[in-house]
Structure formats: C-alpha cells, structure tokens
C-alpha cells in the first residue's frame, strides 16, 4: 500500500474511533485535533519516517477508546493488519495501564520512557509538547495553577528520557515549556 493512503487510512481510523470525544479544555476541541496535531509537529520538525506519523495519528487509539482487555486485543488486530507491526508496537509503547492509578501510571512513564523505541520516544516529546501548548491555548476545566504547573514538572521529567534523537525537537520541547512555565508563574 502507498504511504499516503496508509496515513489517509490512520487518519480515517482514528477520527472514526475518537469521533464522540473531545478534549479537556473549554473550548470543546475534537478530539482528532491532538492527534493530527501531535503528526504535523513530527512532520514540521522533518520526521519523515510514515510508520512515525501513522502511529502519531494512531497514538490514542489504543489508551483512549478501549474499556477493557477484549477490546484491546481488537483494536491491536486492526492497527496490526493495517497498519503493520512497527506501528502497533510504536502505539501500545506510549499507551499507559489504565488499570493503574494515575499516579502510578505518571511514574512509570518516567521510568519506562528511557527504554522506548527511537519512534515512540519522538512520539512522546512531541505528545507533551502539544500537550503543554493546550495547557497555554485551551486548559483543561478546572485546572487550578499547581496542577498546571506540576504537569509541566512531570513533562519535563518524560521528556527528558525521550531527548536526544531530534535536536530540534527537543530545543522545541524547553522552548515551549519555559514559555508556558513563564506565562503562568506570572499570572
Ligand atoms: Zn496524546
């Protein structure tokens, strides 16, 4: 199969998937909007790997839009014969436990983020820089400063596992938190 139409394919797929879920802030985005987002900063900062951007379309599809064991399995058969094994290993990488706590689930990504893959350790500095701009651009509801402030600490200690494969993206990463970081010290 052509690249293109594999990436139009995850594409599809992941907007079908996240089709009834939007993101945390007031603003309501779509959901698929953090996944293409996540994919074009890969893309802008010249990664040009497709099995890359089809996981970065593809990188939610697994932790948000599944409820149990059963429908992992499923959802991991479809990304596998679609898409093919390096994406599949590249989305269930950066997907969590979610029948972890989240505290948990936030430790063991900074420990585990280190022993990533070169794809899924791009994936992630890019997943938390667009994470960070939406801290700035459209926060989650009810977020109050030290949340805010903490999950920018916590990003930083994953990104900083995943650093050294992308140079310019990884000058991104501190060039956008400091500028978050800044902006709310200072409001
Ligand atoms: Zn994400």
């Not at 994919?39 to 010249?46: C, I, N, P, T």
């Not at 997907?95 to 420990?111: A, F, W, Y």
Request: glycine content about 2%.
């Amino acid at each position: 199969m052509y690249d293109q139409t594999k990436i139009i394919d995850a594409l599809a797929f992941a907007a079908h998937r996240h089709k009834n879920q939007t993101r945390k802030g007031a603003d309501k985005i779509p959901y698929i909007n953090h996944p293409v987002k996540v994919a074009k900063l890969l893309s802008d900062f010249g990664e040009d790997d497709p099995d890359l951007i089809i996981s970065a379309l593809l990188h939610d599809v697994v932790e948000d839009t599944t409820k149990n064991e059963e429908e992992i399995r499923e959802t991991s058969n479809i990304i596998l014969e679609k898409f093919g094994e390096n994406v599949l290993l590249t989305v269930l990488e950066v997907s969590d436990n979610k029948n972890l706590p989240v505290e948990e689930r936030k430790r063991l990504q900074i420990v585990h983020t280190p022993l990533l893959s070169d794809r899924a350790k791009k994936l992630k500095i890019a997943d938390k820089i667009c994470n960070i701009l939406d801290i700035k651009n459209d926060p989650p509801e009810n977020w109050p400063l030290q949340r805010k402030l903490s999950y920018l600490d916590w990003s930083k200690q994953v990104a900083n596992g995943a650093k050294g494969l992308n140079k310019k993206l990884d000058h991104y990463f501190v060039q956008v938190y400091n500028e978050v970081y800044t902006l709310l010290k200072n409001s």
